[in-house]
């Protein structure tokens, strides 16, 4: 019997091929298209990731309001300052409530008020239509109004004089007016620390009228007292005050 000599089993893998020379180009451009498409995913995730960061770093902590965003202006009493934060939580609870106008448009120009006047299309006052603008939603007569009392820096060219729309200076026209005992007829920093917050938001509701006891209440009006507790204790904090708060 003749025996016949094993071949050696073949191993799993096969011979390897050679690729024709005429497919290296493509093959290398399908790897580095592929590269750069994980490279602009990954882009792409951090922004997203960023962007996140970025709103959730414009929020209250606790609220998740935007409108609670620390002021701009720097210094002063923590009670108005908290009071203030609070206003701007049912006036202009947006992402950049500096440069919001009524119906919640963005303005890019606040070397002045914006002046212009949207329609209402719900409420009392439907039909008519209104200029507030700002992270205090103030009519455009009255910004005009108490900056001529309160505005630390406006410009004057001749006969004219006007008053700066930016940031620091909308926070320290409300927080002069909201300070003046005389035209309110009462000292709202010491209503505050006695805990009287319902009289001092009753006291606004005539010129906020979100407030809760207006003519215009929102989602965000019953939520005010807590809210500005909140952001007392965080004003009370940044300021290096102590002791407790008495609440309304």
């Not at 440069?99 to 303005?107: A, D, H, L, R, T």
Request: hydrophobic letters at 35%.
């Amino acid at each position: 019997m003749v025996q016949r000599s094993r071949q050696p089993i073949p191993s799993g893998s096969s011979p390897r091929r050679k690729v024709p020379t005429q497919k290296l180009p493509y093959l290398a451009l399908r790897r580095l298209l592929a590269g750069s498409a994980a490279a602009l995913a990954l882009i792409l995730v951090l922004l997203m990731w960023s962007s996140f960061q970025d709103r959730q770093s414009h929020r209250d902590p606790t609220t998740g309001l935007y409108g609670t965003i620390p002021l701009v202006m720097k210094g002063g009493d923590p009670y108005i300052r908290a009071l203030m934060r609070t206003i701007s939580a049912s006036e202009s609870n947006v992402r950049q409530p500096y440069s919001v106008i009524y119906g919640g448009e963005q303005v890019g120009d606040l070397s002045h008020h914006p002046q212009r006047c949207v329609t209402i299309v719900t409420g009392p006052n439907k039909g008519n239509c209104s200029t507030a603008a700002g992270r205090y939603q103030m009519l455009n007569r009255t910004w005009i109004k108490n900056a001529r009392r309160y505005h630390p820096k406006p410009s004057h060219f001749f006969l004219w004089t006007t008053y700066s729309f930016e940031p620091e200076y909308q926070d320290a026209v409300v927080y002069a007016w909201l300070s003046d005992r005389e035209v309110w007829g009462s000292d709202i920093s010491k209503q505050l620390r006695q805990g009287k917050l319902k009289e001092v938001l009753r006291l606004l509701s005539g010129t906020w009228t979100s407030l809760g006891y207006g003519i215009e209440t929102n989602s965000m009006s019953k939520n005010l007292p807590k809210i500005y507790q909140q952001i007392l204790q965080e004003e009370l904090r940044a300021s290096g005050s102590e002791g407790l708060v008495t609440r309304d």
